[in-house]
């Protein structure tokens, strides 16, 4: 899906269309509505990039135990090829 945002609405904001997209990633991925990839991917940055973002609006990343679960999964999948 594509949304359309009109080129007044964005120039009302003061903002480039990509600082809107990272304002409503930041602001979704605050919800815990978007993960960070997502999150990431909405507002054009790569992981390092979004986190560097909300690192410095002072907005933690979300780490849940699923999480870590995952990660331990990858390096233990990494270890053995």
């Not at 973002?53 to 090829?81: M, S, W």
Request: charged fraction near 20%.
């Amino acid at each position: 899906m594509s949304l359309v945002i009109p080129d007044d609405l964005v120039h009302a904001t003061g903002m480039s269309a990509e600082e809107l997209k990272q304002e409503i990633a930041v602001m979704l991925f605050q919800r815990e509505s978007l993960t960070l990839a997502q999150a990431s991917r909405l507002a054009g940055l790569s992981r390092l990039e979004m986190q560097q973002l909300l690192a410095a609006r002072q907005i933690p990343v979300h780490y849940d135990v699923a999480d870590f679960e995952q990660d331990l999964n990858t390096l233990h999948k990494l270890g053995q090829e």
